[in-house]
């Protein structure tokens, strides 16, 4: 399974959202560096979107698109000191 690296959620807006406000009538995609693509779409460290978010699952670490199903790794947060 692909797995997302430094990812962050945007609503369809562009925004980014927090994965907790998730819902699939307002998120968008998820932006991230894709490793072990086993489709072979993607170089491992190659910075993606993918498409429409149908589903997250923060729990047990992954998210669903459309064709796709990705580990979801670490969470790149956003720094508020500036």
Do not use: C
Request: no cysteine; charged share 30%; proline share 2%.
């Amino acid at each position: 399974m692909p797995r997302l690296e430094n990812w962050t959620l945007h609503d369809i807006h562009g925004e980014i959202i927090e994965p907790i406000d998730f819902d699939v009538e307002k998120a968008g995609i998820i932006f991230g560096f894709v490793y072990d693509d086993e489709k072979n779409r993607f170089l491992n460290g190659t910075y993606i979107h993918t498409s429409q978010v149908q589903e997250i699952d923060l729990h047990n670490r992954f998210g669903i698109t459309r064709n796709t199903r990705y580990e979801l790794g670490e969470r790149l947060v956003k720094d508020d000191r500036g």
